[in-house]
């Protein structure tokens, strides 16, 4: 950003009055009960909502957390991001989209606060569950069980956390906005995988944690024996129903993740989660006594450059109250601020009153809470397919389907689940097309060189596993080897197996066939009609689509080729030669200095696999979110200005026959006005001609 002086002095002395005022701040204590957490002595319900730093960028954050604000939330929810902080051992980056201390500085500015999951596990739908990739190569180490090396690594990192989020006063016991942390994450899902391992890891790491003194509580989300003092809470889609409760009297119901709508994988179809079901559901955890919901996400973002993990695609939740570019969704942003509004309105009847549950029908209840004869508040749920009326306290109310009435007063409905009274309910999201590619003088070409087996320094006798051979520096290892043989084999087919995630072969330079696995399904066979004649070459080309995030040792999980086949002759154990990534990756020709090292040529109107496209682009003007429509092109990695934007993968398409993610987001802070570099890496055929640059609006 370009500040002119007299800005800059606005700036300055706007520090030095927010300086003043932290000198005023009184230091908060934060505790629970049975109840809720107690922030200063003060009971409260608290709605959360999970924002991401690194899945937006610094100038996009004042605005998403105003928005957030607006839609009733108390909380900003965030994981921590291990690898992005660590990416090597010893190294540190808190810089950028990075800078967890300002992104906890802007939500502590605009009054709200922060609930701080350190992991430093957090799956996530992140690159390698969070986890720096250099952990797998510690001698001996076990993830996330009761493992020496592992617990070292663990420590050093939480502690290195919170002593950064002390240094900067930023825990509410020292008058900052963090009022709740999280170590480990959905331990749950995996602890009978480790036997007695996991619980005395899971013993420790509460010990650990609590011996860190950040002054206030600690959750462990999905995890039902959390040692005490640590909160166990609970994470889904329904923990108004699904929740057991917490493992102990005196603490309180929490929600760590309500999922707004779930994740999407390459090959899926968008998760569509109804405002209705959503609010219905919050509403009910609030009547069945829970005090803190978190919506897992409430803005999802972007998984710029290759963060995101296994074929999980570049927009994070674009279903959440605020879209993939910080947009408000409607209706479901307006509807949760209703329900939001219409529960504080009445949260110290629901914090102080004494909870009845009265049958009204037989899918029909109200929760009602009563402080003395005045004051009361009720919710009325109708868990049935079917609209009913209900006579509560004489009175008949008309309840949807599945949904809640909230009647803050015990008799007048200010808001019910069901009914989206918003009058944005109809308003559209589209897609502004500003500026087309489709000439061949707009883009500049540069073809990835295969490599043959003389070509390359890296040699086994085996098929290496390529998550610990690349090591996350790259999407891609070449697999490479001679036909070595007088007797031709001809008329065959050469069979691959691969263990995830993409499969391109070539001999002699020639693509004879691709193949690809799906998140569920990671392994996959391709088979290819081949001739081969001695000396031939073949090279395979596998690619990841992000490491795996999930699932009880991580450490183990592998990646590339399993074996490799032409009719009954076996080629797996035999002299392969690798080439980890790509040329163009290794000049960095996606950026302004890295471009100039290379020769690029004209466009052909034959398109070949594996090429990279440059062209440059003026920025739009307006401040609308951009985004390049990639609807024409296969699968890749696309960079503006030298920052990955993201992977693409257009040709996996859904049972419907679309692509998963069409538009994919340039942040406008990455744009200057004039002569953006875009550049592409295209691993198939597709198309750049028919790329368009365009603007995000609601209309
Ligand atoms: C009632 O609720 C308020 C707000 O949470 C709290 O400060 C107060 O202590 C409660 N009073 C009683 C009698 O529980
Ligand atoms: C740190 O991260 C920022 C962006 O998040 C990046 O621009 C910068 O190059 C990184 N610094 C180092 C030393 O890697
Ligand atoms: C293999 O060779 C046969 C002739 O022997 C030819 O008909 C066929 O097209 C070739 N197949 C490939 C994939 O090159
Ligand atoms: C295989 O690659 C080597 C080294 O690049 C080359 O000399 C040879 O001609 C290639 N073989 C064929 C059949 O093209």
């Known amino acids: 950003m370009m500040l002119n002086p007299s800005s800059c002095f606005f700036y300055s002395s706007l520090l030095l009055l927010l300086t003043a005022a932290a000198f005023v701040t009184v230091l908060a204590t934060v505790t629970y009960d049975g109840r809720s957490l ?40 965030t994981y921590v991001f291990w690898n992005l902080h660590e990416p090597q051992q010893g190294q540190n980056n808190f ?24 992991g430093p596990y957090i799956e996530s739908e992140w690159t390698y569950g969070g986890l720096p990739l250099w952990l797998h190569d510690i001698p001996g180490i076990t993830f996330r069980t009761d493992n020496n090396q592992y617990k070292f690594h663990m420590q050093r990192f939480a502690a290195k956390i919170v002593n950064l989020m002390k240094s900067a006063n930023l825990y509410a016991s020292q008058g900052g906005p963090i009022i709740l942390s999280q170590i480990e994450n959905e331990y749950g899902n995996v602890e009978k995988a480790y036997h007695e391992q996991g619980t005395s890891y899971i013993r420790w790491a509460a010990q650990m944690a609590v011996g860190l003194n950040t002054g206030v509580p600690w959750v462990m989300c999905k995890q039902d024996d959390a040692p005490d003092p640590m909160i166990n809470a609970c994470n889904g889609m329904k923990c108004g129903t699904t929740f057991k409760g917490p493992n102990s009297p005196n603490k309180p119901s929490i929600w760590t993740e309500n999922w707004t709508s779930f994740y999407q994988a390459f090959g899926e179809k968008p998760y569509l ?16 006594k829970g005090s803190y919901v978190n919506y897992y996400m409430y803005h999802g973002g972007t998984n710029f450059d290759r963060t995101a993990s296994a074929y999980i695609i570049t927009a994070y939740y674009d279903e959440a109250p605020l879209d993939e570019y910080g947009l408000v969704r409607q209706p479901k942003w307006d509807h949760l601020k209703e329900l939001h509004a219409a529960i504080k309105s009445c949260s110290d009847t629901l914090l102080n009153g004494t ?4 049958t009204l029908g037989s899918q029909q209840q109200a929760y009602v809470f009563r402080r003395s004869s005045k004051e009361c508040a009720a919710f009325l749920e109708n868990s049935g397919g079917k ?12 309840l949807p389907p599945r949904s809640i009435s909230i009647l803050p007063d015990c008799k007048k409905v200010t808001f019910n689940s069901g009914k989206v009274s918003t009058q944005n309910n109809a308003r559209v999201r589209a897609m502004i097309p500003q ?21 390359t320094k890296l040699r086994a006798n085996k098929l290496l596993d390529q998550i610990s051979t690349v090591k996350d520096t790259s999407d891609y290892l070449w697999y490479t080897f001679r036909f070595n043989d007088k007797a031709p084999i001809v008329q065959s087919l050469l069979r691959v197996l691969s263990q995830g995630h993409v499969l391109h072969a070539f001999i002699n330079g020639v693509l004879v066939g691709s193949g690809h696995g799906t998140l569920d399904s990671r392994s996959f066979v391709t088979e290819c009609k081949v001739n081969l004649t001695n000396g031939m070459n073949v090279s395979l080309l ?27 002759r076996d080629f797996t154990n035999q002299a392969w030669g690798y080439q980890v990534g790509l040329q163009g990756e290794k000049l960095q020709i996606y950026t302004d200095i890295g471009s100039s090292k290379v020769q690029w040529g004209n466009f052909q109107s034959s398109v070949k696999p594996l090429t990279w496209y440059q062209t440059t682009f003026d920025a739009p003007a307006g401040k609308d979110p951009v985004v390049l429509n990639l609807g024409s ?23 419907n026959g679309d692509p998963s993610q069409t538009w994919y987001h340039i942040p406008r802070s990455l744009l200057k006005s004039t002569g953006n570099l875009l550049v592409l890496f295209e691993e198939e055929t597709g198309n750049p001609l028919e790329i368009t640059l365009d603007t995000v609006i609601y209309k």
């Open 38 to 77: 107690i922030i200063d002595g003060q009971h409260r319900i608290l709605f959360s909502g999970s924002i991401h730093y690194p899945r937006s960028t610094p100038e996009m954050w004042p605005d998403l957390i105003t928005k957030a604000k607006e839609g009733g939330l108390d909380v900003i929810q």
């Open 95 to 118: 810089s950028g989209r990075r800078d967890l201390v300002r992104f906890i500085k802007e939500i502590q500015a605009q009054g709200l606060y922060v609930t701080l999951r350190i």
């Open 273 to 288: 989660r109804s405002a209705e079901d959503i609010a219905y559901n919050v509403a009910l955890f609030i009547a069945k």
């Open 355 to 358: 909870q009845s549950i009265i």
């Open 387 to 398: 609209e009913s009326t209900v006579k509560f306290q004489n009175i008949p109310y008309v």
């Open 435 to 455: 500026l087309k590619f489709n000439t061949a003088e707009r883009w500049k070409v540069y073809t990835e060189a295969i490599p043959n087996f003389d070509d």
């Open 542 to 568: 596998s690619a990841t689509v992000g490491m795996p995030a999930s699932g009880a040792y991580l450490e183990s999980k592998v990646a590339g080729l399993r074996s490799v086949k032409v009719q009954g």
């Open 633 to 655: 092109m296969g699968k890749g990695l696309a960079w503006v200005n030298g920052q990955g934007i993201g992977r693409y993968w257009l040709s996996f398409h859904t049972e």
